[in-house]
């Protein structure tokens, strides 16, 4: 059979059609079994995650914007300070991301005074003794004084080596809680913590006349500060993916039992103090929607690309704090809805009227007097 010139032409633009559209199907046929994968793992809720409640959408009252009016403590030379600490003579203590333990004195001046070699120094407490516990997500529990740096507990009774360890509490009888914040992953993996919701954090247990750490607490869900209450009774632990603290009872008849303390909060809760008059201040730090964490389907693209994790997770450029009674009500709260002046603010603490903020985003203590800050 005879074609004309323009009936061949005809018939090679259809055969590089079809040929094109081959490739094209070619091309797209390795990624079939992900896509299939995906929406199965979207509709199934494998076990062992956690149930993550939504964050509550209000606080007790309207913003107020008072974490702008902060006064900035050693601004420019404070690599995100995460947590704070005082001793009995004013002195403020923190840890920054290039491995030095820092104190402010009351005169105003600022002491390079330990170098750890370390990025990753995190909560901290001073004993009663006055020498400093440092919580090193990398090493374990440090003690810190005039004399030197000790690691105090590398391993757990069991043998096995402490990870993450996040914050710390020394109570009445020299007795150390702390808390480790994920079993599987560090602290600069944190981010896939999150989107794997599954209760990999414990509460430890540091005994100084034994030199043993024991977990008190399985099956947490990212636990980060943790308090002791006024009268020593009952410890308070935050569970940052669950949106919630526990108290665990260390003393009385409850002893060994927990409860929850406060749920449903406005943000994740990050490190918590006790305040002079009883109740507690607690840092919660702003994730991104929900969804970012119970999407089973962008679960498994981070497994596949874990990179994907620290950019996916971020957090909302604003702060808050806020006061609860030791009965796990809202007594107050300050905040910085733009992040204007404060961003991913991780604990608060109270001392002398003032309130001292850390913070893994800025480069300085926030202090606030509370005396003009008594207000929502």
């Known amino acids: 059979m005879v074609h004309s010139h323009h009936q061949l032409r005809r018939n090679n ?22 896509a299939l994968q995906l929406i199965f793992l979207s509709l199934e809720s494998p076990s062992g995650a956690l ?26 030379v404070l690599k995100q300070p995460e947590d704070v600490a005082v001793d009995k003579l004013g002195v403020l203590y923190t840890a920054t991301r290039d491995g030095f333990i820092k104190r402010l004195h009351k005169n105003g001046t600022l002491e390079n005074w330990r170098q750890i070699n370390s990025d990753a120094l995190l909560g901290l407490t001073v004993t009663a ?28 009774n069991n043998g096995v080596q402490i990870s993450f360890a996040d914050d710390v509490v020394e109570s009445s009888d020299g007795v150390l809680y702390f808390s480790v914040a994920s079993t599987k992953h560090g602290f600069h993996n944190w981010q896939l913590d999150a ?32 308090a002791l209450s006024a009268d020593q009774d009952y410890l308070v632990v935050c569970e940052t993916w669950k949106y919630r603290c526990l108290k665990y009872w260390v003393e009385g008849d409850l002893k060994g039992q927990t409860e ?51 950019w996916m997770i971020g957090l909302q450029n ?27 603010v991780t604990s608060a603490l109270e001392f002398e009227g003032y309130l001292y903020f ?9 202090k606030l007097p509370l005396t003009t800050s008594s207000a929502y």
């Open 13 to 34: 633009r259809s055969t590089c059609a079809n040929m094109t559209t081959g490739h094209r199907a070619l091309r797209g046929a390795p990624y079939l079994p992900i």
């Open 51 to 76: 149930d993550i409640p939504p964050p509550s959408s209000v606080l007790a009252a309207p913003s107020n914007g008072k974490l702008q009016e902060v006064i900035k403590l050693g601004e420019g």
């Open 129 to 156: 003794a006055g020498d400093l516990i440092v919580c090193d997500a990398d090493m374990g529990l440090l003690k810190v004084n005039e004399d030197g740096v000790t690691v105090l507990a590398s391993h757990l």
């Open 195 to 226: 989107h794997e919701t599954k209760p990999n954090g414990q509460l430890v247990k540091y005994d100084p006349s034994s030199n043993v750490a024991s977990v008190v607490l399985h099956n947490l869900g990212f636990a980060n500060g943790v």
């Open 260 to 310: 929850i303390f406060i749920d449903n909060l406005p943000g994740a809760p990050d490190n918590i103090n006790l305040a002079p008059d009883g109740s507690f201040w607690i840092a919660l730090i702003q994730l991104r929607p929900r969804f970012m964490y119970v999407s089973w389907a962008l679960k498994y693209v981070i497994r596949v690309f874990p990179r994907l994790g620290k």
């Open 318 to 344: 604003k702060a808050v704090v806020v006061n609860i009674a030791s009965d796990g009500s809202v007594v107050r709260s300050f905040d910085d809805p733009t992040g204007k002046m404060m961003s991913f």
């Open 358 to 366: 850390g913070s893994l985003q800025n480069d300085f203590i926030g």
